[in-house]
């Protein structure tokens, strides 16, 4: 969790972050008074008028120095691992688990001969497969685990022969293939549908479509993060596409001359 020290020189109160989560970092400026001992949990921001009736607005409270938004997000960060051996402050937490990614697929085929002249095969085959990468965080703001994804795979092919004599051979072939994925970045650990409001963010996050906790980065050359991101989803983790293919061949082939 974020803390700061101020140190009363004049009018003036310096800000210094102690935590590596500097994109959660706010220095305010404050009217003059003196904190004794640096004790700002008995201090009482004033807070930006502006605010008001936001979810930005301060409590008022002593001590209340933090984004409402960034308490959530850092309440949302697991305790420290228990028992771990040479912890430091960026790396003093450790997880494991498993991720499912299951994987089916068949085929069919059949072969019939109509008559001497007519032989047709036909073949169906299809995949399916879907993840769910391990939530390390074990909530909805997890940087390790994606959402449900999941893709499918169709395959048809037709092939006919006719013969209509020694000489002369009519092929026709069918085939048609059908490939689609959906990979989504948000877990939605815990039923939570909305995060943007329920971290509280403006509701304009949203716009885009996509349900999901908006990504954010800690100094990484010294935290060590448990995913992509250090907290929230994959900013370009988000696919929903197919594909269609179909190809139709007829082939007639005469050979010439003597076939003795």
């Known amino acids: 969790m974020q803390r700061s020290v101020g140190t009363n020189l004049g009018s003036v109160l310096r800000c210094l972050s102690t935590s590596q989560l500097r994109w959660l970092k706010r220095c305010r400026s404050v009217s003059q008074h003196v904190h004794p001992y640096n004790n700002l949990g008995t201090y009482a921001s004033p807070g930006n008028p502006n605010l008001a009736g936001t979810p930005y607005q301060l409590s008022g409270g002593a001590g209340d120095l933090i984004d409402p938004i960034a308490k959530t997000l850092m309440n949302l960060f697991p305790e420290p691992t228990a028992n771990m051996a040479n912890p430091t ?27 001497e002249k007519n032989l047709m095969s036909a073949k169906y085959s299809q995949q399916w497969n879907s993840s769910s990468p391990f939530n390390c965080f074990g909530n909805f703001a997890d940087p390790c685990a994606g959402g449900p994804n999941k893709s499918t795979a169709h395959l048809f092919t037709l ?102």
């Open 159 to 260: 092939n006919d022969e006719h013969t209509f004599s020694q000489t002369l051979l009519l092929t026709a072939t069918l085939g048609y293939t059908r490939g689609a994925e959906q990979i989504l970045a948000y877990n939605g650990a815990g039923g939570v549908t909305n995060p943007v409001d329920k971290l509280g963010f403006p509701s304009y996050l949203n716009s885009n479509g996509f349900q999901g906790v908006p990504a954010m980065f800690i100094d990484q050359g010294t935290y060590y993060s448990a995913g992509y991101t250090s907290v929230g989803g994959d900013p370009y983790g988000n696919y929903k596409q197919g594909q269609d293919t179909g190809q139709l061949t007829v082939a007639m082939n005469k050979v010439h001359g003597n076939t003795n």
């Open 89 to 115: 402050i960026y790396d003093n937490w450790i997880e494991s688990g498993a991720s499912r990614y299951p994987n089916d697929q068949f085929d069919i085929k059949i072969d019939h001969r109509f008559s």
